[in-house]
């Protein structure tokens, strides 16, 4: 995984780093893996982000409502007027997010969320399983699959999924797949958590399966208002990530305070997922990966920040290629639609709550102590649908 890195002011006699300047001015939050090559603003509460562009004279500027701020590329005078100003509460580059999915090659992982045991059957291939569950099965709840987009002529939506919106000029389709996969483990008709819940895709990942973190809280902030004008209950689902981000951190939680429930990957590094965002995120539910033998997957991240355990390794769900198509792979990605689903499930079952109070409800259903594999700063609870 990448991380951050605030660059702090230092001085010099002959040569300064790039961000080099007066102690009195802000310091820049770095991204220590690639970036789209433009600086995320953050203004604080009352200032006018049309202003600041407009003074700046800034072109092909993306603002947002979600965090009071924007993201443009930025000159060396326009960053440090920024960086010497009272208004400004946060500068950061704009780094490069990508899928959370490892490809190996049904749905067990419907059987285990509603079983409190694992399958006697341990062929994670096999479209055998039985899933328990209440009808209502999140009628009236919308998903919205922040990825890759979704491919939604796909039989397993039966007309449930539309188009949303796909960000920095991607083309409406999933040339990936990985958004797509998501979905139908969300809410696909067989292989789906909450079959009767609506999709939603957002694209602010491309094919290559990676998005700026400008990208991905444009398509946040196209959510809530979304959610604000349907007045339907709200899901998101995350299956992504990438280094700290405190942006997309203000972003998840500005989400989760309009009651937006909101889903994220811990990550694939087998290591702790404290310094990874969205993972990192307190309002959002945290999934790591579980395997069909109820061990940890071996690349899921852990750590303290984990809500809660999902099936993620060998997970049989829908593909692009055709409408019937479908692919088994394995990550924390797999295993963030399992919880998704299953908020929009427990919604349609039995009304909506705060996210704060959802996220107590999947830990007082979720069966407790029986993953092995699981550190000891991390919660070893596995979820479950009743």
Known sequence: MRFFTVTFATLAILAAPVFAAPSSMLAVETYSGSTSGKYIVKLKAGVSKKAWIKKLGLAKT?????????????????????RASAD???ISEDG?????AVQENAPWGL????????PANQDAGALTYTYTYDDTAGEGVDIYIVDTGVYVDHTQFGGRARWGLSVEGYAEADGHGHGTHCAGTAAGSQYGVAKNANIIAVKVLSDAGSGSISGIVTGLNWVISQAKLSGRPTIVS???GGGASTVLDNAIASLTEAGIHVAVAAGNSNTDAANTSPARSPTAITVGASTIADTRASFSNYGAV??????GLNVFSSWIGSNTATNIISGTSMATPHIAGLIAYLVGKDGNVTPAEMATKLK?????GVLT???STTVNELAQNA
């Open 96 to 100: 490069i997010m990508h899928t959370m």
């Open 373 to 375: 594999g699981i550190p």
């Open 238 to 240: 995350m299956s992504l």
């Open 62 to 82: 993306v603002d947002w409502d979600i965090v009071n701020g924007f993201a443009s590329t930025l000159d060396t005078d326009a960053l440090n007027t920024l």
């Open 88 to 90: 400004v509460e946060l």
């Open 306 to 311: 984990v809500d809660i355990f999902a099936p």
């Open 111 to 118: 059987e285990r969320i509603s079983s409190l045991t694992k």
């Open 364 to 368: 007082g259903l979720s069966v407790k």
